[in-house]
């Protein structure tokens, strides 16, 4: 199987970097390129054996499953530059949220997935949220999803709820992170405990909640119950922020999907010249 990249910015670059060290695929397999080539001519000198090219044409027929992993607004520039060279039997896999199906659809005759990443697949961990075209039969799905299964856990949504699945799923880690920061920030500010120590803490803490929450048979509500003993010390902690945080994540939703709702019109005015003020 070869599998094309077009794109390797952050997210192009993790993921070719999961794949091969995970051992999904070997850097022959993979067929790169990226707009500024030097980011791309950087991957190729890490691993020997990855094919490096200059166009975007090139990757796309040298590809099986085509990773498209350019910004929202960058994409029709790359559609319109391959739409003729691209085949029905190929596989087409977009990796943002608001290029739709339907948009791909029109102006492709491919097959088409849509798969959002998350950073955490970087270590092989997390979901892969997977929309498909009916243009993908089972067998596609099966082979695009064996390959996303070596670095993370291919989860399928409905394309109305990728907006709350990329929140939770690929800006989590960064919510969480900012999280773990004022906590860290505060736990130096208010104790003087070093920044190195409390986040050394603060990490190891959270990869063992994510154990326990994914394999240890608690839920975040059952989880708070066992370390909150009434009367406690953790009681107080969680009282305040049950006040401090009170509509915050309703406020935060709010705005991500207002600001999804604004890049998918931009999207569709870049693609179709239609629909935004
Ligand atoms: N950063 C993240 O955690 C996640 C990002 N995504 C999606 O991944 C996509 C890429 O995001 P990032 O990697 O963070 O952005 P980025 O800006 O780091 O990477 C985009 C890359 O595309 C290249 N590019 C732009 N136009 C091109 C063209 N016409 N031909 C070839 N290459 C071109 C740029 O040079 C750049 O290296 C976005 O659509 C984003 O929604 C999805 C899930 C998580
Ligand atoms: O398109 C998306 O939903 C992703 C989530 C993080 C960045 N882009």
Redesign the pocket.
Known sequence: MKVGF???????RIMIEAFIQSGALHPGQITI????IA?AEQLAMIYPGLQLSHS?VDVTLQSDILFI????L?YK??LVQIKEHIKQLQILVS???PVLIRHLEELLPCKIAKV????TNYVSSGAALCIYSERMTNADIEVLERLLSHISSPIRVAETHTRIS?DLS?CGPAFLSLFLQKFIDAAVEETGMSKVDATLLASEMLLGTGKLLTTGGFTPLTLQQQVAVPGGITAEGLRIMEKELRGMFNNLIRTTHNKYDEDVAKVEAAFFGTKVE
């Open positions: 077009i794109g390797t910015g952050s997210m192009g390129t990226n707009r500024t980011k975007n992993c350019v910004k929202p960058e520039t790359v990796i943002t949220s959002i990443p998350s950073i990329s690929s």
